[in-house]
């Protein structure tokens, strides 16, 4: 059976029966895994940080045919800039967008006018107020330990959702160690009203990167990632392989240069050809399972969750 659908601002924004937001992983975030994840309730997002905007056009549309369900779209606003990008985003037709990488103040009025929600990607308090400064409809709030480009000055989740949260009261959606029901849950009791997941959606069935990586995030131990360019921007999180721990040593580098394998280490499945982009979560996901499975299994446990913490509450 499936688990009861949940109705709070994040669904009624999504129009999604969980408020599950699959990340935008460049080049993974496509039409084959972001439907998987509409059709099993969540949100699918399509990325930008590719560039590959013909593309991501094609993809878009392979996504409308894959799913009757809504589905959104990352702009990643370091990588993809100038009015003409903004114009594009538009022309998808599409109900949602995140925002990462930059300041949403070039685009957040743009979109809005366009009826398109916007949802911003912050690490930091100050971040978010200068977002909400900037009138987004809400927040992805992303701890440090998440994977992918991050803060040079990482916060853990735990510390930062309270935190912002105490300061707003617009959605939030958290990101950063976030696989299953009890995280969820955890997140939901500091304020969250969705989730955001990245590396256990990287390692499900439908995810197209190749199976040694998804093999590697299987026996992956939580200490097994790598916290890279702290003294640059953007700083990254990954998994540790002879690449990687190699350039854990090195207060900055050309993270562009480091990227540049990143076909054959997604698809053809060469470890050592850019820079495996994963997060701490690594050590708790032990399986590859079906998008549909993570899903389901996710609000179960977050039911279950909530569930216990009701033996601890007041008669």
């Not at 699918?44 to 392979?62: C, N, P, Q, Y």
């Not at 912002?164 to 500091?190: H, K, L, N, Q, W």
């Not at 076909?263 to 499945?269: N, V």
Request: negative net charge; proline residues 6%; hydrophobic residues 45%.
């Amino acid at each position: 059976m499936s688990a009861a659908p949940i109705k709070n601002r994040v669904t009624e924004i999504t129009g999604t029966d969980y408020p599950i937001i699959q990340a935008p992983m460049s080049w993974i975030a496509r039409a084959q895994l972001a439907s998987a994840v509409c059709n099993a309730g969540g949100l699918g997002i399509i990325e930008t940080g590719s560039g590959e905007l013909d593309a991501i056009r094609d993809e878009v549309e392979k996504t409308r045919q894959l799913t009757d369900k809504p589905f959104g779209m990352n702009v990643a606003l370091a990588f993809v800039k100038g009015s003409n990008f903004i114009d594009f985003v538009i022309e998808q037709n599409l109900p949602f967008v995140t925002t990462s990488s930059g300041s949403p103040a070039v685009c957040t009025e743009m979109f809005q006018q366009a009826g398109i929600k916007v949802f911003h990607v912050v690490p930091t308090l100050g971040m978010a107020l200068k977002a909400i400064d900037c009138g987004v409809d809400g927040l992805i709030v992303e701890g440090g330990e998440g994977g992918g480009f991050k803060n040079p000055s990482p916060v853990s989740l735990m510390v930062l959702l309270p935190l912002i949260r105490s300061r707003t009261d617009i959605p939030i959606i958290a990101a950063g160690g976030i696989c299953d029901g009890p995280s969820m849950a955890a997140a939901f009791a500091m304020g969250a009203e969705g989730v955001q997941m990245g590396t256990r959606m990287l390692s499900s069935s439908e995810s197209p990167v190749h199976q040694n990586w998804k093999q590697a995030v299987v026996e992956a131990k939580e200490t097994d990632t790598v916290f890279l360019n702290q003294q640059s921007r953007p700083a990254l999180r990954a998994l540790r392989t002879d690449r990687t721990a190699a350039l854990e040593p090195l207060g900055a580098f050309d993270f562009r240069e480091q990227l540049a394998g990143v076909q054959e280490l997604y698809f053809g499945g060469d470890m050592e050809a850019a820079i495996p982009l994963s997060g701490q979560v690594v050590g708790r996901i032990d399986a590859v399972q079906p998008v549909a499975e993570v899903i389901q299994s996710t609000m179960t446990g977050f039911y279950e969750s909530l569930g216990h913490l009701q033996d601890y509450a007041s008669p």
